[in-house]
């Protein structure tokens, strides 16, 4: 983080308000410490983020004393992007991607920070530490860089940029371990309760937004929790009664289901993560 | 086999403590094409249920490599689409996996020839390598190749797996022969631990648990060894080194320089010296987050503040003043090119080194390792995938150490400063030969004031400096000059006492020297090639060159001009200083 505070113009934070991004705030708080974090957090908010994440967004970073700025595609929404009508690959393209690189053209920031690591899906294992992308933000993976030892070549041309993953080494345990040591504060809703849901076949969907309902459903209340939190229409929760950050690692140590499976996007299609890559999503 | 995801649930917080202390093995792998590399790794984190079930299950959906037996395990390590079309890996894969002894993170580097680059990068970081071979084919060109860089990126342990043991029915025989043939490449390597392992990767034999089909066989499983092997990691390189990423300077009361420990303890009250400055001062503290440190080793990250106000910013570095490191402009490395544009000496490049950035050019090529041989070959460039030791001169001063000593301030990329393409990995081996003597004599007095570079002294003379070895034969030799110079070269010829001194100092200053001696003179040649060093110097023998002088002159010339010491089309005298 410092090398990239160091070595770029204009760096910014991806903030997405997970667990991780969470994390990666503290190691930030911790390489500038005693100094504040030099550089701004951006949340590209797609306006279907659970209520709770927006609050704990606003309150986390404000407590901190970090800047933050908020994207919104506010002309895709305009125009009636939704995940219900134009199907999850569309909407995402259109409310994240698009949204993240006008964000990111904007700003001018040529260094973004990503707290994605290489053991949550396949095509991220390939992913570099730093991660160049081309003038419309695309990822070329035959055409990386090698990046040996911790030397890191952060050299771009006026329009390009490069993706910073500090966590790209830490696995899902190492990231809940670390926010237990560290006491981190994380959103409520990684923790068990009761909340209303709807079950379609094995996922459970929670009721937040406009869901369509299929027919013959009706929200339940289901003690569980989210694993990764993502948009509300497309994160499935997980039956759990894990509510302390202990009983999570110990349940997830127990459930043997990688965490990622409960997000729709990853399945659109065969290999979809390393389109969307491709196309510049994180 | 028990792993952490199995263990009872009752004490979690002592299994949080466990798991916190628990040490780190980073390893590379490595292989030809079809060894089975993919395969070995995902039966590795498959049978230490590494692999979730939903990551699992969509590999038996996708299953489609029909070689492979009921699950293919490469599908779970083989993540890209193209690399799914084409059946082989061609980037590094980064896999991570633990049990309750250790943790794990592999780097899975292709065995594709032309993805040699990937194999360096992946091996930069690993404490440990494992080199597949296939038993049906015994050691192959690129076994040798990754051994080779694997030991050059500094890694100590080897474990070669000699894997499809179950095509070859387990035999012994077949083993022994395969690791005999290996270990006659492996004697010329600096290995610190090499070890053989028979294995299938496909039946699960020998890697996790060990097998009941390799009797003759008494060693551990893969996975046993890799939880129990003794890493040195300390290479008893005690010398603190701290180059300075940031300054941090909230407000006027704190100053702190932010780095992270690259050798050596930094402790409160040490005395230290800042490069490039030479100034010392004391530490007064070491502050993190969490509260002041009495103590940061590596591979820790924190802030050092100082007792006086000291000028020090990025790319400077904290040393202790009795043992400080090299600084020097000049150095020799070992290069990796991993570009398909080649290198070419004298072109400007940039070097990243420890936390400095500086323009920075190769000045000579002084030999090619031919990576199956280990033999040394006298080339002009390095081309791509190819592994060379070179002279590299930096526009600044940079502060290092031998990359066998301590890899953290040894190791150097060098960037295109057009293409922003990161060319080719470094690894320092010492001070350049020149500037092995800081004091007295001419070479070090020319070099040490040195602002002209060999590259731009290559430039303006049009040749490379060169000592000529020529004995018993004075009129050949004045020929020989008169010819050169004729030719626009910078070129003389000496003899008689001090010609060693005279050659280097000539050569530091770009120009030819003709070592005219009466007669061989084995002792003197050798020294001189020392001064020079090897891609200075050229013996002839009078013997092997037939005519008279003018002809042997001329022969001379051609195999200047082939050696790429002098340009092959004679260039219009241009009235440079003779000497």
Redesign the interface.
């Known amino acids: 983080m410092r090398e990239v505070a160091a070595e770029f113009q204009r760096p910014v934070m991806l903030y997405s308000i997970g667990k991780d991004s969470s994390v990666m705030v503290r190691l930030a708080q911790k390489a500038f410490y005693p100094g504040k974090i030099p550089f701004p957090l951006l949340h590209i908010d797609t306006t279907y983020k659970f209520r709770e994440m927006i609050e704990f967004r606003d309150k986390f970073t404000s407590e901190i004393g970090a800047r933050l700025i908020v994207h919104i595609n506010q002309k895709a929404i305009d125009d009636g992007a939704n995940p219900f009508r134009l199907g999850t690959q569309k909407c995402c393209g259109l409310l994240k991607t698009r949204s993240l690189l006008d964000a990111l053209a904007e700003g001018m920031y040529d260094a973004a920070f990503g707290g994605a690591r290489r053991d949550e899906e396949k095509s991220r294992a390939k992913e570099r530490v730093y991660s160049f992308r081309d003038s419309f933000g695309q990822w070329d993976p035959k055409n990386q860089r090698p990046e040996l030892w911790n030397l890191f070549n952060s050299r771009v041309d006026k329009g390009e940029s490069i993706r910073v993953f500090p966590l790209s080494n830490w696995t899902e345990l190492d990231v809940w371990q670390y926010i237990h040591l560290e006491n981190i504060p994380i959103v409520p809703m990684y923790f068990a309760k009761l909340r209303p849901m709807v079950v379609r076949g094995e996922t459970l969907i929670p009721v937040e937004q406009d869901i369509p309902l299929l027919t013959g459903e009706k929200p339940e209340m289901v003690m569980c929790r989210m694993r990764s939190l993502g948009c509300s229409p497309c994160t499935g929760a997980i039956r759990s009664e894990a509510d302390t950050v202990p009983k999570i690692i110990e349940e997830m140590m127990l459930v043997r289901r990688s965490e990622r499976e409960n997000r729709v996007i990853d399945h659109d299609q065969e290999g979809s993560m390393e389109i969307k890559k491709r196309e510049g999503y994180f | 086999m028990a792993t ?2 199995e ?1 009872p ?1 009752a004490d ?2 002592s299994f ?1 403590k466990q ?2 202390e628990k040490d780190l093995l980073r390893l590379s792998t490595a292989g030809s094409v079809d060894d089975g590399k993919s395969t070995l790794i995902g039966r590795l984190l498959y049978d230490s ?1 590494g692999a ?4 699992i299950a969509s590999v038996r959906k ?1 299953s489609t490599n029909q070689t492979a037996g009921p699950l293919d395990f490469a599908l ?7 690399e ?1 079309e084409q059946g082989i890996t ?7 996996f ?1 049990t309750p002894k250790r943790k794990f ?1 592999i780097a899975d580097t292709p065995g594709h020839e032309q993805y040699t ?2 194999m ?2 992946g091996a ?2 690993a404490d440990l390598a494992i080199i597949l071979v296939d038993a049906r084919n015994g050691v192959l060109p690129q076994s040798r190749r990754h051994l080779y860089i694997a030991t050059l990126l500094g890694i100590r342990h080897i474990v070669v797996t000699i894997n499809k043991m179950d095509l070859m029915d387990f035999s012994e025989a077949v083993y022994n022969e395969v690791r005999a043939d290996f270990l006659n490449f492996a004697t010329q390597l600096p290995i610190g631990e090499l070890k053989f392992i028979p294995i299938s990767a496909l039946a699960g034999d020998n890697v996790v648990t060990g097998s009941q089909k390799t009797p003759w066989y008494a060693g551990p499983a893969l996975l046993e060894y890799l939880e129990t092997v003794e890493v040195a990691r300390d290479r008893a390189f005690d010398y603190m080194r701290f180059p300075v ?2 300054v ?3 407000n006027l009361d ?1 100053r ?1 320089f ?3 420990v690259a050798a050596g303890s930094i402790r409160p009250g040490d005395a230290v010296m800042v490069l490039p400055s030479g100034r010392t001062s004391r530490v007064k503290s070491i ?4 509260g002041d440190l009495s103590e940061a080793f590596p591979p820790m ?1 924190v ?1 050092v503040c100082l007792e006086d106000e000291v000028d020090v910013s ?1 790319g400077d570095m904290l040393v202790p003043p009795q043992h400080p490191p090299h600084a020097a402009r000049r150095f020799e490395a070992t290069l990796v090119w ?1 570009n398909q544009k080649p290198l070419e000496p004298g072109r400007p490049y ?1 070097i ?2 420890t ?1 400095q950035q500086a323009g920075a050019a190769v000045t000579a090529v002084r030999h090619r390792v031919n990576i199956n041989t280990l033999e040394h070959e006298l080339v002009e460039r390095l081309g791509f995938n190819e592994i060379g030791a070179v002279t590299v001169e930096a526009k600044r001063p940079l502060y290092f150490d031998a990359y066998e000593k301590n ?2 301030t040894g ?3 060098l ?1 295109d ?1 057009l293409t ?3 060319l080719a ?1 470094g690894m320092i081996t010492g001070a350049a030969a020149s500037e092995r003597h800081p004091t007295g004599d001419l070479a070090a007095l020319e070099l040490n004031t040195g602002r002209v570079t060999p590259a731009e002294r290559y430039i303006r003379a049009g040749h490379r400096p060169l000592a000529l070895w020529l004995a018993g034969d004075e009129e050949l030799a004045y020929t020989l000059e008169r010819k050169l110079f004729d030719r626009g070269c910078l070129v003389h010829v000496l003899a008689g006492e001090g010609i060693v001194d005279t050659a280097e100092a000539s050569a530091d200053a770009g120009l030819i020297s003709i070592c005219a001696v009466p007669e061989e003179d084995a002792a003197t040649r050798d020294a001189v090639q020392r001064a020079v060093g090897r891609d200075r110097f050229l013996a002839v023998s009078t013997a092997d060159i037939p005519g008279n002088s003018d002809e042997a002159a001329d022969a001379i010339c051609r195999t200047l001009e082939d050696r790429g010491y002098i340009p092959r089309l004679p260039k219009p005298f241009t009235g440079g200083a003779g000497i």
């Not at chain 2, 979730?52 to 990551?55: A, G, K």
């Not at chain 2, 779970?76 to 193209?82: F, K």
């Open positions: 952490a995801l263990r649930s979690i917080e949080l798991n916190e249920k979730y079930e939903d990551q996708a779970l390590t083989d993540g890209l689409r193209s799914r061609i980037d590094v894969a980064y896999r991570y633990s993170i680059r990937n360096a990068t930069s970081t990423q940031y941090i300077r909230p704190f702190g932010a780095g992270q502050a993190t987050y969490d990250s802030t990025r991993m940039l990243k080194h936390t890899r953290a190791a150097f990329i960037i400063p922003n393409e990161t990995a």
